[in-house]
């Protein structure tokens, strides 16, 4: 790998271990999606919601001298519950998942943003190995499963998106109110850096293309 090829990777890789890191605080934080119900009265207390891939918490807020009608900010203070989704912990429950269709989406979510971390770690390793002698040739997967961990992050961002948007528009939720918080951005943003960095090291790994009309890709110096 020449010095200037060398540097690239470098760079990219980077980019990189930022999306890495922002791909672990989506995966492990509990802040995808804020709910909230509608309050009817005037010093009340209302019971918020927010949730990750895992886990569901809550928080009873006690809401005075507001004139909105919605539950929150979450930022206020208030009493907190959290436990984990009951089909992955039988022993906890979690009232707002309890319809089917919300484990369903919940499940793929998770086990998707499973094979995002797995497909990291190969890459990872890959791409570490790619700065041995004579072993440009791991670039290309290393930057296949870097692509493969954007797409894999996004798929699970979409069906979080479609959970929430179901549990919304359900005629049995008392949940009327919703916005997407900082591990859902931390999760959009980890696609976009491990997307685009894995196709931009895909076309640094690619052989160099002709200089001249009547060079070939095969009649060029390989570049070690």
């Known amino acids: 790998m020449t010095e200037v090829k060398a540097?690239?990777?470098?760079?990219?890789?980077?980019?990189?271990l930022v999306g890495v890191c922002l791909l672990m605080a989506a995966v492990v934080t509990d802040y995808w999606a804020v709910l909230s119900p509608k309050v009817e009265h005037y010093n009340a207390t209302c019971e918020v919601a927010?949730?990750?891939?895992?886990?569901?918490?809550?928080?009873?807020?006690?809401?005075?001298?507001?004139?909105?009608?919605?539950?929150?900010?979450?930022?206020?203070?208030?009493?907190?519950?959290?436990?984990?989704?009951?089909?992955f912990n039988p022993g906890e429950s979690s009232e707002i998942f309890e319809v089917t269709t919300q484990k369903e989406y919940s499940i793929s979510a998770a086990a998707i943003s499973i094979f995002s971390i797995g497909f990291t770690i190969m890459g990872t390793i890959f791409i570490l190995?790619?700065?041995?002698?004579?072993?440009?040739?791991?670039?290309?997967?290393?930057?296949?499963?870097?692509?493969f961990s954007g797409l894999c992050i996004i798929v699970s961002v979409e069906v979080m998106r479609?959970?929430?948007?179901?549990?919304?528009?359900?005629?049995e939720t008392v949940w009327i109110e919703y916005y997407y918080s900082w591990?859902?951005?931390?999760?959009?943003?980890?696609?976009?850096?491990?997307?685009?960095?894995?196709?931009?090291?895909?076309?640094?790994?690619?052989p160099r293309m002709p200089q001249n009309p009547w060079e070939s890709c095969m009649d060029a110096e390989p570049e070690h």
């Open 50 to 87: 927010h949730f990750g891939l895992w886990r569901l918490c809550t928080k009873r807020i006690y809401m005075s001298n507001t004139n909105d009608k919605s539950c929150g900010p979450i930022n206020l203070p208030g009493e907190k519950t959290c436990s984990y989704f009951r089909h």
């Open 162 to 171: 479609q959970s929430v948007k179901r549990m919304i528009d359900s005629e």
């Open 7 to 16: 540097l690239k990777v470098r760079l990219i890789l980077c980019f990189i």
């Open 183 to 206: 591990s859902f951005a931390c999760a959009c943003t980890s696609f976009v850096l491990l997307f685009i960095c894995g196709i931009a090291l895909l076309l640094i790994s690619l």
């Open 129 to 147: 190995l790619s700065f041995r002698k004579k072993r440009d040739y791991l670039l290309k997967p290393a930057a296949l499963f870097y692509a």
